[in-house]
């Protein structure tokens, strides 16, 4: 099997693709409280009644809806706090940030060169890991990027990782996970942590596959394949 770079994986129609749902919001029907049973809104207005400061990193933020909807009620609500609420799509099909928000930012980069510049008291990726070929590493830099107490958690199907002779990888990723503090929700395929971990899986990416077909989610997703670090 010939497998994707990086470069080729970012223009495949798996993951250039305009139907996929990039319109969640943060609370509702069709929403990151609802993908990942944690309503963001609320986390972050807990956290602004006993600290000054909170921050939002949404990672593959689609139109940034869910962002912008913690951004208008924050503001009234909290307005005297300091916010920073960030989003990273790989294309930027952002609705319009709102005046008054300066604290928002929504930035179109890919997710295989970004690099944070600060820590984060939530960081989510709802249905983005789906497409990204290194998620290994995706899961240890979002995990290195939490402030002490901050939480990870973002959608994952354990089936998209597999060894570079097509063997699955997942059960293997899910033990160390465990044993590295991460929880690794099977029936919901959410993968959350609390406080900064600094995670060595031991594995070297060698590429993807985007004609993997559908995973759990029903949309056809990405394999990604590693080798052993020797
Ligand atoms: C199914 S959408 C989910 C969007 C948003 N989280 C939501 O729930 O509305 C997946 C998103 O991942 C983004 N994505 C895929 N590969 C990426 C990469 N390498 N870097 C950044 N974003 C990526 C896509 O552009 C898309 O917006």
Redesign the pocket.
Known sequence: MKLLDDAS??RSSV??NSR?????GAVGVNS?EK?LGLDPIAFLADRLDVAESTSWL??????G??LIDAAKTLRSTHPASNLSLHG????D?FEDTPPGCPFLQLQS????M?RARQRYDLIT????L????DKLSFVESAASWLTVEGMFVANLDMANLRLADGQPLGRRIAKQFRECGLVFNHRRHLLSCVGTKSLALGYRYVGADDAAGPNYSG?EAVDSYYEPCS
């Open positions: 994986l970012e993951v250039a996929m749902n990039r319109e969640r990151y993908e949404d990672l593959c933020c689609g139109r809806r869910a990273v799509d790989l294309v099909f980069a890919s997710l295989h970004w990726c709802v249905h983005g789906h497409y990204v070929g949309q």
